[in-house]
């Protein structure tokens, strides 16, 4: 294990690894095909993140190692994680919802050597030739069954064909699946599989499972009851469609919750600002379609709600490792209709309760309020703005004590900040139109 190890857990917040992790370090040196099988929420990431940091020559500026994720905001995520860890590897995520061409300037104007990729943006570059493989000797596929079930299959294996010294192939997955990948099976003839899967027992083990028999008409209502109990606990709700995301969202935030909406079929822009707004405790509750049930790391989720029947074992698996992450415990309910009692997708019993079980909610039948709002601040990265910036310019012009300022988001020409609730009319009042390093910005809420 590189020295330094502890140093980089230490700047993410970890003080120990787990499990999970020391086998992946201690497995990690072989050159060959090595999986890493293991629930959701048990460290996968780091788990590959610090051998691939130690794997990359920081003196070369040549493309060295490539990760490929499912989705635009697990590449991202990995690409933030890296960031905090504070190394002295240069590196980029490559992603949809925004242009190749804007992506192709930053590929050129300076070195990387690493790349966070989603399948489908990774090759439009190799095949323009603004990314070249001939470098890469560490290739990651992270959820590869998620990248395989999303019919990427093609692009993996152009992916593989275009990194020829790749010495070492690294698979993650919560799920088991069989047979190896065609793509993977070519590339190395050697594999090592490290399955902790067991461990997933234990995980469903520290959630409470409630299914709940509803009519589909009588959905909605249920789910608006539900969240009252929950008060000002955090909870995913998961939904089989974007339209039906859509209609609860709107449905749940004319009863006056505190809500956001996120599936594959908003703007970019949109979809990070729910993800930041639930990640920062600026709203309480998240729909979303199965997208948000792969390799997103929240914190604080108590409750899994399944507003729809999940599709297979594997979709239930992924959206419940939401909660309960590391020795956390959580909640899980399902919304049974009669007809999905006897289909849901759920790998063991569970009881099922009549909706008018449900214990009452308060004697408030108003939702809670989340403990931050979100403020939009007009001045990010091309303005050279840093968190430290941003809190100094808050406790500065608003008179605010540090800790009422809680996560910071900065993107190239705006920033989010999450802002203890009761501090939220005081900031924009007193903050709007201020100075952040001599520019002028416009502070105002989201919410």
């Known amino acids: 294990m590189l020295s330094n190890?502890?140093?980089y857990l230490s700047r993410i917040g970890i003080s120990s690894p787990v499990a999970t992790q020391t086998a992946f370090w201690e497995a990690s040196p072989r050159e060959g095909g090595l999986m890493l099988l293991a629930p959701t929420g048990s460290g996968k990431t780091v788990a590959?993140?610090?051998p691939l940091i130690e794997a990359v020559d920081a003196s070369s500026p040549t493309l060295q190692a490539v990760v490929i994720t499912p989705t635009r905001e697990l590449a991202r995520q990995h690409l933030q994680v890296i960031k905090q860890m504070q190394t002295p590897i240069a590196s980029v995520a490559l992603h949809g919802g925004r242009s190749v061409a804007e992506e192709q300037r930053t590929l050129q104007?300076?070195?990387?050597?690493?790349v966070f990729a989603t399948p489908g943006r990774l090759t439009d570059h190799l095949r323009a030739g603004s990314l070249s493989g001939e470098t890469v000797r560490l290739l990651v596929i992270d959820e590869f069954d998620k990248c395989l079930s999303l019919g990427f299959h093609d692009e993996m294996g152009d992916i593989v064909a275009s990194v020829p010294a790749v010495s070492r192939l690294w698979l993650t997955s919560a799920t088991e699946l069989h047979p190896l990948p065609r793509f993977a099976a070519r590339a190395m003839t050697e594999w090592y599989t490290l399955n902790f899967l067991e461990a997933q027992r234990e995980v469903l083990g520290r959630m409470e499972i409630t299914g709940i028999a509803v009519e589909e008409k009588q959905k909605k209502a249920l789910i608006h009851r539900l969240l009252l109990t929950l008060e000002d606990k955090q909870s995913l709700v998961f939904v089989g469609q974007r339209a039906t995301a859509d209609d609860l969202y709107a449905y749940l935030k004319a009863k006056g919750h505190s809500v956001v909406c996120y599936h594959g079929g908003l703007a970019q822009e949109r979809r990070q600002s729910a993800l930041f707004a639930f990640r920062s405790k600026s709203t309480l509750t998240m729909i979303c379609t199965d997208l948000g049930a792969r390799g997103l790391d929240f914190e604080h989720v108590a409750s899994v709600i399944h507003y729809d029947?999940?599709?297979s074992q594997e979709d239930f698996t992924h959206?419940?490792?939401?909660?309960?992450?590391?020795?956390?415990?959580?909640?899980?309910y399902l919304l049974v209709t009669p007809s999905e009692i006897?289909?849901?997708?759920?790998?063991?019993?569970f009881r099922t309760i009549p909706a008018t079980n449900l214990p009452e909610p308060p004697s408030a039948t108003s939702p809670q309020p989340a403990p931050y709002g979100l403020l939009y601040v007009s001045g990010g990265k091309r303005d050279?703005?840093?968190?430290?910036?941003?809190?100094g310019f808050f406790c500065r012009s608003a008179d605010l004590q540090a800790d009422a300022v809680g996560l910071i988001e900065i993107a190239a020409d705006h920033s989010l900040v999450a802002v203890k609730r009761e501090w939220i009319p005081t900031a924009i009042t007193r903050a709007d139109g201020g100075k952040v390093k001599k520019r002028k910005?416009?502070?105002f809420t989201l919410q």
Do not use: H, N, W
């Open 384 to 391: 050279k703005i840093s968190k430290g910036d941003l809190v």
């Open 309 to 311: 029947a999940p599709e």
């Open 319 to 332: 959206r419940c490792g939401r909660t309960a992450r590391f020795d956390a415990t959580g909640t899980v």
């Open 109 to 114: 104007g300076r070195p990387v050597q690493v």
């Open 441 to 443: 910005v416009r502070v």
């Open 48 to 50: 590959f993140m610090l």
């Open 342 to 349: 006897s289909e849901t997708a759920v790998p063991f019993p």
């Open 5 to 7: 190890y502890a140093l």
